[in-house]
């Protein structure tokens, strides 16, 4: 990923916690000399492992053990105008997160923690008070359409540009337009990533 240094991210706390909040990611691999993309979440559960799953219909649940693939997590964006700036040359551009993870997947067969990790994933989005995956033979059946694998990651690149290379003015200037048209995400997270809270009245 093209990443001017203004951009780079090295900081592993602040991936990890924008994969948690971004886990809807896309997963790229090659498949019989060709490219395969799907999109899927992918998670860190309690033991600090990422983890997703596949149909076993999907031509990626046949991704062979060792081959490299790259998984893509994005979280904030935003379009941002010359008009955003408070100085006076600038031109268009786009604001916004990704994070590469290269790595490998491990497919699970074992039975038993397929079901573990099935049980962890429901869990982390449903939360203590929410649907509960049942002990049941039926819903147990399900494991046999799907395949969790382990994402194990070699390599992560990380990008975050929201103007680090501009003036505090203009920082500051852009975050309060990106709240002014609504877009207080990109604003929230701009002001994280550089540092800068836009004043308000």
């Known amino acids: 990923m093209y990443t001017p ?14 994969i948690k909040a971004n886990s ?8 019989d000399n060709r490219l395969e993309v799907t999109h899927l979440p992918i998670d860190r559960l309690q033991d600090g492992r990422y983890y997703g799953h596949l149909s076993r219909d999907n ?3 046949t991704i062979k ?6 998984v893509v997590f994005t979280g904030p964006h935003a379009y941002i105008s010359p008009n955003m ?6 031109v268009p551009t786009w604001n916004y997160s990704a994070v590469h993870c290269y790595g490998r997947v491990e497919y ?3 039975e038993v923690e397929v079901w573990e ?4 994933v429901v869990g982390r989005y449903e939360g203590e008070e929410g649907w509960q995956l049942p002990d049941e033979e039926k819903f147990q059946a399900l494991s046999e359409y799907i395949r969790f694998f382990e994402f194990k990651i070699d390599t992560i690149e990380a990008k975050f540009k929201f103007n680090q290379n501009k003036s505090d003015e203009d920082i500051q200037s852009v975050i309060g337009s990106l709240r002014d048209v609504g877009n207080a995400k990109a604003a929230d997270f701009m002001e994280q990533v550089t540092g800068k809270r836009h004043l308000r009245e």
Not at 5 to 18: L, Q, R, S, W
Not at 65 to 70: H, P, Y
């Open 5 to 18: 240094e203004a951009f780079k991210i090295d900081d592993e706390a602040m991936i990890h916690t924008f």
């Open 24 to 31: 809807f990611a896309t997963l790229i691999a090659t498949i």
């Open 59 to 61: 031509p990626l649940s």
């Open 65 to 70: 053990r060792g081959a490299e693939v790259c």
């Open 85 to 90: 700036y408070a100085s006076e040359f600038n």
């Open 108 to 110: 699970m067969e074992d």
């Open 117 to 120: 990790r099935f049980h962890g």
